[in-house]
Nanobody, 119 residues
Framework: QRQLVESGGGLVQAGGSLRLSCAVS????????MGWYRQAPGKQRELVAS???????NYADSLKGRFTMSTDNARNTVYLQMNSLNAEDTAVYYC?????????????WGQGTQVTVSS
């Protein structure tokens, strides 16, 4: 059973918007940091946005103003709102979380959701 399950990817025209969702089955209270990464073809996985348990939000500089991450604690869900999409945003988007639990460190990744932006 995956602890993180993404949804909401798809094909969108340049200039359009998409909202990704990540259903998290780990208690939010135990999470140290969570967020979104992406990996474009032939490139390394890169940070999109993250938030710590202390509420510190961090965005990739190139995405500030276009992408917004939010959380819904009642639904244990993390969202990524993506606006003004362009071809360079085409990638597989992954949800991420890590936690310290019973003295151990755990890292979790979702299976990824494909976002394709057509120009």
């Amino acid at each position: 059973q995956r602890q993180l399950v993404e949804s909401g990817g798809g094909l969108v025209q340049a200039g359009g918007s998409l909202r990704l969702s990540c259903a998290v089955s780990i208690s939010f209270h135990s999470i140290n940091r969570m967020g979104w990464y992406r990996q474009a073809p032939g490139k390394q996985r890169e940070l999109v946005a993250s938030i710590t348990s202390g509420g510190n939000m961090n965005y990739a500089d190139s995405l500030k103003g276009r992408f917004t991450m939010s959380t819904d604690n009642a639904r244990n869900t993390v969202y990524l709102q993506m606006n003004s999409l362009n071809a360079e945003d085409t990638a597989v988007y992954y949800c991420y979380a890590d936690q310290y639990y019973s003295g151990n460190y755990y890292e979790y990744w979702g299976q990824g959701t494909q976002v394709t932006v057509s120009s």
